[in-house]
């Protein structure tokens, strides 16, 4: 009997070992899986609090974008529909010097290289001169500045021309000061005169100006 009751209690303490092993290795990967767990959590929570600090700079931006683009657009409303324009003729005449204000600026300073159209201005303003044209002279240089399409940093560039014209030297003179009012800007860097007063010859080396669209580059950000 006594054999007997201490194999039971062999037994029961095994059995209570193996339990509390069992038990013991169970709380520790439990403990283990809580503390990845929590880490991760933690991880996720940090990203997911950047992601929303983010989110509400881009929001605050964009509604700042979105009030500065009103006022844009009431300004640029305004400005195009001043009377009379920024050269003294009316937004909606077909004169000269008539043309909203938007349109008389694209004309100023032109966003693409084109010198058929420079030829094309060159002959309006020098037959409204009552001048006979000789020649007017350039190179069309548009395969090389098709590469100046867009720039994010953009600057005039020249686009240099001659002209030979024939008349009276009162319309001579006219020319000289079409080209200086002028709202697309002329440079003369040479003029020569020949003749009489009621026929002279007179030839120009001068330039004007083009400028590339403004490439805004907008990119995107990720949150890390």
């Known amino acids: 009997m006594a054999r007997t009751t201490s194999f039971t209690k062999r037994s029961l303490i095994s059995k209570a070992n ?10 520790a990967f439990v403990l283990v899986f809580a503390l990845i767990a929590g880490k991760s959590l933690l ?9 929303i600090d983010a989110k509400k700079t881009a929001l605050k931006t964009l509604k700042d ?15 195009v529909a001043q009377n009379p324009n920024a050269i003294g003729g009316t937004p909606d005449g077909t004169g000269p010097q008539d043309g909203d204000n938007a349109s008389i600026i694209l004309d100023a300073l032109p966003s693409r290289y084109d010198f058929p159209a420079l030829t094309t201005s ?26 100046n399409s867009t720039s994010p940093n953009p600057q005039p560039i020249a686009i240099p021309f001659q002209v030979e014209v024939n008349g009276s030297y009162q319309s001579v003179q006219n020319l000289v000061d079409v080209f200086l009012r002028s709202i697309q ?21 001068a330039q004007t100006y083009y400028q590339p669209e403004k490439n805004l580059n907008i990119t995107s950000k990720g949150v890390k």
């Not at 974008?65 to 400005?79: G, P, T, V, W």
């Not at 003369?188 to 080396?205: A, D, H, N």
């Open 18 to 27: 193996s339990t509390i092993l069992i038990a013991t290795t169970l709380a």
């Open 43 to 51: 991880g996720q929570s940090a990203y997911q609090g950047r992601v």
């Open 65 to 79: 974008d979105l009030a500065a683009r009103d006022k844009l657009q009431e300004s640029y409303n305004s400005f």
């Open 122 to 147: 060159l002959e309006k303003l020098i037959t409204s001169q009552n001048l006979k044209i000789v020649s007017i002279n350039g190179t069309d240089d548009e395969v090389t500045q098709s590469a």
């Open 185 to 205: 800007p002329f440079q003369i860097q040479t003029m020569e005169l020949t003749g009489e007063s009621s026929g002279m010859l007179m030839r120009i080396q």
